[in-house]
């Protein structure tokens, strides 16, 4: 395909040169966003009468044909071209003839790439959006469904105080309620146009790039040139929501992949994301779990390339940029297929209720509620944790747990300890009464479960 910007040079590139400047192979996937940018920069030019409104509708009549056959696979996108703009530009002047050159007045491929790129992140993040609150229904869901079902609960992977499964899901679930807010405003911020900065300069022509700008659904325009073409912090800050969120996914599939192991087997993972094992008939491998968590690493890399490509760069544009859309397409990708495969994953896990609770009844997770007991009977909290402390001493010495601990060994400690000790260390009991916002009660589960679904709908 001959090179639209001949004209000092002949445009006779090496083949090594071509292919090595090329970017159609990933920047084609933006074809729709750059026929719509186009449509809106004809009829804005035609509206300002800089070009006849003729041929303004000879080419948003051609660009709409393209759009429609490239979508119905009638037309197939030439990989020879250097990129998307190029292609387009290059077959619709090739069926509307001269009026197709004029498409190009009053804007440069600069301020064209960022407005393409813009528009098709902007479509990005709400389909990412609508996969978290998959998500964060598919967690709430189970969150509702195990309220009560006691576990431990960890620090420094010890066991350390009862929980319930439904409390400790929803952790996850006010994850993803921030990771939704990220993306909401990183879409508000990249909802800039920056159609009209041109090269870097702006251009002669009187055009209304505010026009422009409303037609594409825009909120506004860049408001200065030089920034309108080399801004890429739109695409840093989609790939930083991005690595957050994998984060997040990555946490949650750690404790999926231990949970899940013969050593926990708090929920069994269904055979539809599991693997078996080449040589060990026995083995069911978490690998789609495995997989996020080695994912997120990939992501990781997405946003170090891109802020490492753009920290040396000068104002305004230079062919550097053109590294931007890998990155972000592949962090894009990435995320989306990730969000996909663990919605099916959570909500065709098996939880197994017995388990947990036996675990919850090992590890004496409930000393602090023993502790707490003194103290309601008056004794100093100090106090009360030194003589807890030396009761789960004496357990472990004698094979015992807090609630098998005879009473008269409770009184030896203290003559505060009496009967009711034994429902005050109940492990139903002490998690129904931590009662403070944000724990794990029913109750208070209850309204964290109302407060996730109205945001995940």
């Known amino acids: ?17 071509d292919d090595f400047n090329s970017s159609i192979s990933f920047d084609c996937r933006m074809y729709a966003q750059d026929i719509k940018g186009s449509m809106a920069h004809a009829a804005m030019l035609a509206a300002k009468n800089i070009i006849a409104r003729a041929d303004a509708d000879k080419i948003i009549d051609g660009l709409q044909s393209i759009l429609d056959d490239l979508n119905s696979g009638t037309l197939e996108i030439d990989m020879s071209a250097e990129d998307i703009h190029m292609f387009v530009e290059q077959v619709l002047t090739e069926r509307i003839g001269d009026a197709g050159k004029k498409l190009h007045t009053a804007r440069s491929r600069n301020d064209q790439v960022a407005l393409d790129l813009r528009m098709y992140l902007r479509d990005e993040i709400t389909q990412i959006s609508e996969k978290v609150k998959a998500l964060g229904r598919a967690v709430a869901d189970l969150a509702e469904e195990h309220k009560s079902t006691i576990l431990p609960g960890y620090t420094h992977l010890q066991r350390a105080q009862p929980v319930t499964f439904g409390h400790h899901l929803l952790a996850y679930g006010m994850m993803l309620t921030r990771d939704l807010s990220r993306l909401a405003d990183c879409a508000e911020r990249m ?32 408001l200065n040139s030089m920034d309108g073409v080399s ?110 495969v663990f919605v099916g994953m959570v909500s065709t896990m098996t939880v197994i209720p017995k388990n947990m609770r036996d675990a919850a009844g090992r590890g004496f997770i409930n000393a602090t509620d023993l502790a707490d007991y003194l103290v309601r009977k008056g004794l ?78």
């Open 1 to 17: 395909m001959a090179k639209m910007w001949a004209g000092l040079t002949s445009g006779e590139t090496s083949k090594i040169a």
């Open 191 to 222: 909802n800039v146009s920056p159609i009209g900065s041109c090269a870097l300069a702006g251009t002669t022509y009187d055009t209304d790039r505010y026009m422009e700008a409303s037609a594409l659904g825009f909120d506004s325009v860049a």
């Open 231 to 340: 801004d890429r912090d739109f695409c840093v800050e989609l790939m930083n929501c991005i690595a957050i969120l994998m984060m997040h996914l990555s946490r949650f599939s750690e404790e999926i992949i231990l949970w899940s192991s013969w050593e926990f087997k708090f929920v069994e993972l269904s055979s539809e994301y599991t693997t078996g094992s080449s040589i060990m008939p026995q083995k069911k491998n978490s690998d789609m779990a495995e997989l996020v968590r080695g994912k997120t690493g990939r992501v990781y890399g997405d946003l170090m390339a891109l802020l490492t490509t753009l920290k040396g760069l000068p104002l305004a544009y230079n062919k550097d940029m053109q590294e931007d859309k890998e990155a972000v397409f592949d962090a894009v990708d990435t995320v989306k297929m990730c969000l996909d």
């Open 380 to 457: 100093p909290f100090r106090d009360a944790y030194k003589i807890s402390g030396k009761i789960v001493h004496d357990c472990i010495e004698g094979g015992m747990v807090l609630e098998t601990f005879p009473l008269e060994s409770y009184k030896a400690y203290s003559e505060l300890f009496d009967q009711d000790v034994y429902e005050a260390i109940d492990l139903t009991a002490c998690v129904e009464k931590r009662i403070s916002t944000g724990g794990p009660s029913v109750k208070s589960v209850e309204q964290q479960l109302e407060y996730v679904r109205k945001i995940f709908g």
